[in-house]
C-alpha cells in the first residue's frame, strides 16, 4: 500500500486564513443531520492582499450548498474531494463563508465527530473529529467564538446541548424543539461539543470564590442517577482545588458532564460540556471498586483542570500536545494527592509510569514528549505524552520550588490567555517568574526514552562521594549534539548507626558529574527520593544495604524500591535456579523471610502502602527487564515464589485477613482504601498458597463480600486458579451482574487476563459471542483483547504464534470501523523487539497480516513501526 503522508513539525505554519465566529445550525432528522454553518472569516495579518486558495478539512459528509457573502458559489470557484473543500482564489481579507452539509450520526462508527452512543447522539472532536461534522479549518491555532442552535424531536431528545451558556430553546410545529448555546470564549474546533438525548440529571450548584453562582449537572442514562453522588462530589472538590491552590476560577454560568457508553477515551474537556465515558461517571458501593471510585475522581479533576490549561491557553498545534496533557496530570496528580494519601498515590503513579511508560519508552513507539512527526496525531495520545509529560512538569516544581510554580502559572496565563502557544511558551513563563535559565532543561522535550543513571560510591576519610553518569538509549529519530538532559536529583544518606537520614537535592547536568558529602560515619544512599526525575537507576546494592532502606527509610518511593528491588533478586535467584536445574526451588533464604516478617509485623505502616510493599513485581515488569523473555518460566516462578510465601506466613495472612473482615461500614478514605487493599492482598497469598485453608478463606470471601472491591478480586483470583467457565463463581457473578454494563466490563476483563494459558484463548473466542459482548463499543474491545494481550502475557506469547493470529484479526476486524481504538490494540505487540526469534517470526506474520489488508493510517502507523524492528 502506498505509505501515509509524514507531518512534520518543523513544516508548522501559521493558517493563512482565521475564523472570528462561527455559527452553526444543527436539524436532526431520523436518517440524517443537517448541519448549517455561517462563518466571520478573515485572512492573517501575513496573507492580506494576498489571492490564495482557503482549504477546509471535510470529511464522510455530503455537501448541499455553499454561500460567499451570501451569493452561491459558482462551482468553478470550489474544488471537492473526500478530504478537503478549497475554495478558490479569495481575493477578500474580510468575508462570510456558509457551508449546508448532511451528516449521519448512526452510521458513524469510529466514534469522531457526531455519532451516536446507544439512543443518544454525542461529539468527540479531539483531536480532528470536527471534520466530520461540517467543513472547517480544523486546526488547534484556529479559534473562533461558537453559536450553536440545534433542532429536534423534543420526545425523542428533549435535551439539546453545547458549549457555553443556554441563550434560549423553544418548541416548533410537528412535536420539535430548538435550543440555543452561546460560547463567549474563543476555541479551537476541538473542543467543540453537543449532545442529543434523553438523561436522568444529576443537579447542584457550587460559589466561586468571587460569590458566583454555577450550576452543575451531570447528564447519565436513565436509571443510573443513583451512582452520580461521588461524580458531582469530585466536580465541587475539583473546582474549590484549583480556586485554593492555583488561584483559577470557573468562567462560565453552568458546568455540565454527560456519561455516554460508546467513546474512544476516557473522557473530553470540551469547554463548558465534558462529555465522558460512562466509566469515569457512574460509582456506587456495590458496583464499583476503590480503583473506580478513586479513577471517578482523577479523571473529573483532570477534565474541569483542562479549563484553563488546555481550553483557555491551548495547544498551536498538535505536536504540543503535552503542554496541555502533561499539566494538566499533573495537576489531577496533586489534585488526588491532596484528596486522598500523597504517599500512596505518588506510588500508583510511579508504578503505573515504570510498568507502562518505561515499556513505552523501551519499544518501537517511542517517542519524547514533544514528536518531531507523526503519520496520525491520535497515535501520540501516550503513556508519553501524558505521564512522562507531568513528570517533567515536575521536575520544573522541584527545580524552581512551589511558591515559583505558583508565580510561573500565573505568569503564564498572564501571557497566554486566550492564546494556542508552545512547550517553549509554557517554559518561558517559568523562567521568567523564578529567574532561572531552563534552557539545557528543554532538552527533556526532544529526547526520546528513558535515561538511566550509573551510580557508584566510594568513601575517602568523613567523605562520601558518588559518581553519577547519565546513559541514554539509541534514540528512535533524530536528537541535537550536546542533548544532554538536566534533572533535579533526590538523595538521602541514611546513617547505618543512628538510622537518620539526611536529605539533599542535586541537579544533574552533565553526563559525568561527583558529588561529595560530609559523613560521620557509614552510610547507605538513599536514591532518587520521591522519584524525583523519572530515571532509571543503577546501584550496586548489596541485599542487606535493600533490608536496611526497606526498614528504615522514611521515604515512601524508595522504601518501595528497596523492597521491590529485594523480590527482583530473590526471583532471578529463582528463575535461574528453575532454568538450571528444571525443578523449582522449594526453600526460601532465612535472610529473606526474616525481612518479609519484619514487613508483616511493622505495625507503623499505613495500609494501603502495606498491601504496595506485599506485592510482588509483576509479570509484565520482569518480562521488560529480561531481553528474550521465557514467559512461561517466569510465571512459574512468579507463581511459586508467592506460593511458599503464602504457605510460610500462612498464619499471619488468615490472622489479618480475619481481622480487616470485621472492618466497619463502606467508606471512601484513605483507611477505608487501605483496609481493602490489605485484606485482598492477604487473599492473594492464601489462595496461592493452594491450601485448603486458603481456598476455604477465598470461599467464605466471596459469599460475604459487600463491596465490589472485594467480590471481582475474588472472581479473579477463582479464574486464576483454573476452575471451568462453568464454575459458580463465575456464573453467579454473572447472572447477578448481567444487567449493568460497566460491571460486565470486569467480567470480560478478568477472564481475559486471569484465564489459564490452556484455557484461555478458546475462552475468550467463546466470550466473543456472549450475548452481552457488544463489538463495536471500546470499552468491551478493551476488557477482551487488550486485557488478555498486556496481563495475561504467558498466554498470549504462546510460541506457537495462535494468539497472535488471533489478535492480527481482530485488529483488522476493528480497524473497518474504529482505527483509534485498532492502533491502540495493536499495542499488544509491543515487546516484538524483545522476543526470541521464533516468536519475533511469529508476530511479524501476524503484523503483515495486517498490512496485507491496507490499513487505516492510526494502524499503518504503529504496524509499521512494529515490521521495522
Known amino acids: 500500500m502506498q505509505q501515509p503522508k509524514t507531518i512534520y513539525l518543523k513544516d508548522y505554519k501559521p493558517s493563512p486564513f482565521t ?27 501575513d496573507s492580506v492582499g494576498q489571492k490564495l486558495n482557503l482549504e477546509l478539512n471535510g470529511e464522510g459528509m455530503e455537501l448541499v450548498s455553499l454561500k460567499f457573502n451570501g451569493e452561491a458559489l459558482p462551482n468553478d470557484r470550489f474544488q471537492l474531494s473526500s478530504d478537503k473543500l478549497v475554495i478558490l482564489n479569495v481575493s477578500h481579507d474580510e468575508f462570510t463563508l456558509e457551508i449546508q452539509n448532511k451528516i449521519n450520526p448512526a452510521e458513524n462508527k469510529a466514534l469522531e465527530g457526531f455519532y451516536q452512543s446507544g439512543p443518544q447522539l454525542c461529539t468527540q472532536c479531539e483531536p480532528e473529529g470536527f471534520r466530520r461534522i461540517t467543513y472547517f479549518i480544523d486546526r488547534p491555532d484556529v479559534m473562533a467564538k461558537y453559536k450553536t ?47 442529543a438525548g434523553d438523561f436522568d440529571v444529576a443537579r447542584d450548584t457550587f460559589t466561586t470564590m468571587k460569590g458566583r453562582k454555577i450550576d452543575l449537572e451531570i447528564y447519565v442514562d436513565k436509571g443510573n442517577l443513583g451512582k452520580t453522588p461521588h461524580a458531582m462530589n469530585s466536580l465541587k472538590q475539583s473546582m474549590k482545588w484549583d480556586e485554593e491552590t492555583f488561584g483559577l476560577e470557573y468562567d462560565l454560568d453552568i458546568y455540565m458532564i454527560v456519561a455516554v457508553d460508546s467513546f474512544n477515551m476516557g473522557a473530553m474537556e470540551n469547554k463548558g460540556l465534558n462529555i465522558f465515558n460512562s466509566t469515569y461517571t457512574l460509582a456506587d458501593e456495590k458496583s464499583a471498586t476503590d480503583h473506580d471510585f478513586q479513577g471517578v475522581q482523577g479523571v473529573i479533576g483532570h477534565e474541569y483542570f483542562h479549563n484553563w490549561t488546555g481550553n483557555r491557553v491551548t ?51 517511542s517517542h519524547p514528549i514533544r514528536p518531531s512527526s507523526y503519520i496520525e496525531i491520535n497515535n501520540f495520545y501516550t503513556r508519553t505524552v501524558y505521564e512522562k509529560g507531568a513528570e517533567v512538569i515536575r521536575m520544573i516544581h522541584t527545580l524552581i520550588g512551589k511558591q515559583n510554580f505558583r508565580k510561573g502559572m500565573d505568569k503564564y496565563f498572564e501571557l497566554f490567555d486566550g492564546q494556542a502557544v508552545t512547550t517553549e511558551d509554557f517554559v518561558h513563563a517559568m523562567e521568567v517568574a523564578s529567574g532561572r535559565d531552563l534552557s539545557q532543561f528543554k532538552n527533556w522535550y526532544s529526547r526520546p526514552g528513558t535515561p538511566t543513571l550509573k551510580v557508584t560510591s566510594r568513601k575517602e576519610g568523613n567523605e562520601f562521594i558518588l559518581d553519577i553518569e547519565q546513559k541514554y538509549p539509541v534514540p ?60 532509571i537507576v543503577e546501584y550496586p546494592y548489596e541485599v542487606a544495604d535493600l533490608i536496611e532502606l526497606m526498614s528504615f527509610n522514611k521515604d515512601p518511593y524508595c522504601r518501595y524500591e528497596a523492597t521491590q528491588k529485594i523480590y527482583d533478586h530473590v526471583f532471578k535467584a529463582e528463575f535461574y535456579y528453575y532454568k538450571a536445574n528444571g525443578k523449582l526451588n522449594p526453600e526460601l533464604t532465612s535472610e529473606f523471610k526474616n525481612a518479609f516478617q519484619n514487613l508483616l509485623k511493622d505495625e507503623s505502616i499505613d495500609l494501603s502502602f502495606k498491601s504496595y510493599l506485599l506485592d510482588l513485581p509483576t509479570e509484565n515488569g520482569l518480562s521488560q527487564e529480561m531481553l528474550q523473555p521465557d514467559f512461561d518460566a517466569i510465571h512459574t516462578v512468579h507463581h511459586h515464589l508467592r506460593k511458599k510465601l503464602g504457605v510460610e506466613f500462612q498464619e499471619w495472612f488468615l490472622k489479618e485477613h480475619d481481622r480487616l473482615s470485621k472492618a466497619s461500614k463502606f467508606e471512601l478514605t484513605p483507611k477505608a482504601f487501605g483496609e481493602r487493599a490489605l485484606k485482598n492482598q492477604c487473599l492473594t497469598y492464601l489462595v496461592t498458597s493452594e491450601t485448603k485453608a486458603g481456598m476455604g478463606a477465598l470461599d467464605k470471601h466471596y459469599a460475604n463480600a459487600t463491596n465490589m472491591t472485594e467480590e471481582v478480586h475474588a472472581l479473579q483470583l477463582y479464574i486464576a486458579s483454573g476452575v471451568e467457565l462453568e464454575h459458580e463463581s463465575i456464573q453467579k457473578f454473572y447472572q447477578k451482574w448481567k444487567h449493568d454494563s460497566l460491571v460486565m466490563l470486569k467480567w470480560f476483563s478478568s477472564l481475559a487476563a486471569f484465564s489459564p494459558k490452556k484455557s484461555a ?31 495475561n502475557l504467558h498466554a498470549f506469547h504462546d510460541d506457537n504464534g495462535d494468539a497472535y493470529r488471533f489478535m492480527a484479526q481482530r485488529i483488522r476486524m476493528i480497524d473497518g470501523f474504529n482505527p483509534q481504538v485498532a492502533s491502540r490494540a495493536a499495542g499488544a505487540f509491543s515487546l516484538i523487539n524483545k522476543l526470541d526469534a521464533k516468536r519475533q517470526t511469529e508476530m511479524k506474520t501476524a503484523l503483515k497480516s495486517i498490512m496485507d489488508d491496507k490499513p487505516s493510517r492510526d494502524t499503518y502507523e504503529v504496524i509499521s513501526k512494529y515490521l521495522a524492528q
Not at 500523597?342 to 509510569?353: I, M, P, S
Not at 538536566?486 to 547505618?496: N, Q, T, V
Not at 553526563?511 to 547507605?524: A, I
Not at 450475548?771 to 496481563?791: E, G, I
Request: proline share 5%; hydrophobic share 40%; aromatic share 10%.
Open 476 to 535: 528512535t529519530v533524530k536528537v541535537e549534539d550536546n542533548n544532554v538532559l538536566l534533572m533535579p536529583f533526590k538523595i538521602g544518606l541514611l546513617d547505618k548507626t543512628t538510622k537518620t537520614e539526611e536529605e539533599h537535592l542535586l541537579e544533574l547536568k552533565n553526563l559525568k558529574e561527583t558529588f561529595r558529602f560530609k559523613v560521620n560515619g557509614d552510610v547507605t544512599p538513599s536514591l532518587n527520593l520521591g522519584f524525583s526525575a523519572p530515571v
Open 19 to 45: 475564523i472570528d465566529t462561527i455559527d452553526l445550525t444543527v436539524d436532526i432528522h431520523a436518517d440524517h443531520s443537517l448541519v448549517t454553518s455561517v462563518m466571520r472569516m478573515e485572512k492573517h495579518k
Open 149 to 195: 442552535k440545534m433542532i429536534a424531536d423534543k420526545k425523542q431528545y428533549p435535551f439539546l446541548l453545547s458549549n457555553g451558556n443556554r441563550l434560549g430553546g423553544g418548541d416548533l410545529p410537528g412535536g420539535r424543539h430548538w435550543v440555543e448555546w452561546q460560547d463567549p470564549f474563543r476555541k479551537p474546533s476541538y473542543l467543540f461539543a453537543m449532545v
Open 761 to 791: 484463548l478458546p475462552r475468550i473466542e467463546k466470550l466473543e459471542k456472549n450475548v452481552l459482548f457488544q463489538k463495536q463499543v471500546p470499552n468491551y474491545l478493551r476488557a477482551l483483547y487488550l486485557q488478555f494481550a498486556k496481563n
Open 315 to 365: 495547544c498551536r498545534d498538535w505536536f504540543q500536545l503535552t503542554l496541555k496533557e502533561g499539566l494538566t496530570v499533573f495537576r489531577d496528580q496533586e489534585f488526588s494527592s491532596d484528596m486522598l494519601s500523597r504517599a500512596v498515590k505518588r506510588l500508583e503513579d510511579v508504578r503505573l509510569l515504570k510498568d507502562s511508560q518505561f515499556a513505552e519508552d523501551a519499544g518501537p513507539l
